[in-house]
């Protein structure tokens, strides 16, 4: 998951944080804060929805593959312009390959805690990941945490930001619901890697794992919840929606 743009993530009216130490926190230049972000075109939303399409297919895609497989549906699209729409999209990849997720500038990083586990009973390890729906005209973000042995969704946010504040929403949910796991289990997207969420399963008793190099074949099971959300629910709601 890349880093997504932060600037919504500030807050204006706080009195007791400056707009420099709030942009230090978040790892964002000034001169952006006042510059608002392009909307997107009616061509790149077009875009955007086909490669969501076809990247919840194959979630293996990267940009090289994304592009030959557009550009063979008679597409006029190059790869740097795929590869920018992907990193708006917060998505990449999954696959073997140097360690590219980075957290936040001033964000911790966790040791992964799951090499050579046993992971058998629920509760003893919850993880979380965020994906990209598209809505109408725009799009949306969705955060799921699922326990690890049954596979089951314990709890869920939608959000139009990708924010840290929805993460946590979910995170309070699935822990009132159904206690505390052992261990909580990320990627070093930059929500999971902030103090607000880190704090809280910390400030909970819950052993913090992050996914480190040569471990994407962790994100499989949750990649393999969001085709099946995609293609079967979402894609049946809007059957049924326009029917």
């Given at each position: ?8 993530m ?13 942009c230090?926190l ?25 490669i969501?399409?076809?990247f ?14 557009l ?26 390959k ?9 964000h ?5 805690l ?20 598209p ?13 690890w ?38 990627d ?8 607000a ?47």
């Amino acid at each position: 998951m890349s880093t997504p743009d932060r600037r919504g993530m500030l807050d204006r009216a706080d009195k007791a944080l400056s707009i420099r130490r709030q942009c230090m926190l978040l790892g964002i230049a000034r001169s952006g804060v006042y510059r608002p972000p392009r909307p997107a075109n009616d061509n790149d939303l077009a875009l955007m929805r086909r490669i969501d399409e076809l990247f919840t297919a194959w979630p293996f895609l990267g940009s090289r593959r994304m592009t030959a497989m557009l550009k063979a549906e008679g597409l006029q699209v190059n790869r740097k312009r795929v590869q920018r729409l992907m990193r708006k999209m917060g998505i990449a990849a999954l696959g073997p390959k140097p360690n590219t997720t980075k957290p936040a500038p001033g964000h911790k990083i966790y040791p992964y805690l799951l090499r050579n586990m046993t992971i058998d009973r629920p509760n003893q390890v919850w993880a979380a990941d965020i994906t990209y729906l598209p809505i109408g005209r725009g799009f949306l973000y969705l955060v799921a945490i699922i326990d690890w042995a049954s596979r089951a969704v314990l709890a869920w946010r939608i959000s139009n930001t990708m924010d840290t504040s929805f993460c946590l929403v979910a995170l309070d949910d699935a822990l009132a619901r159904y206690g505390r796991p052992e261990i909580f289990n990320t990627d070093q997207g930059s929500q999971f890697t902030s103090a607000a969420f880190t704090g809280a399963l910390a400030g909970a008793g819950i052993k913090i794992s992050m996914d480190g190099r040569g471990r994407w074949m962790d994100n499989v099971f949750i990649e393999r919840l969001w085709r099946s959300l995609k293609h079967e629910d979402i894609v049946c709601c809007g059957s049924q929606a326009s029917a």
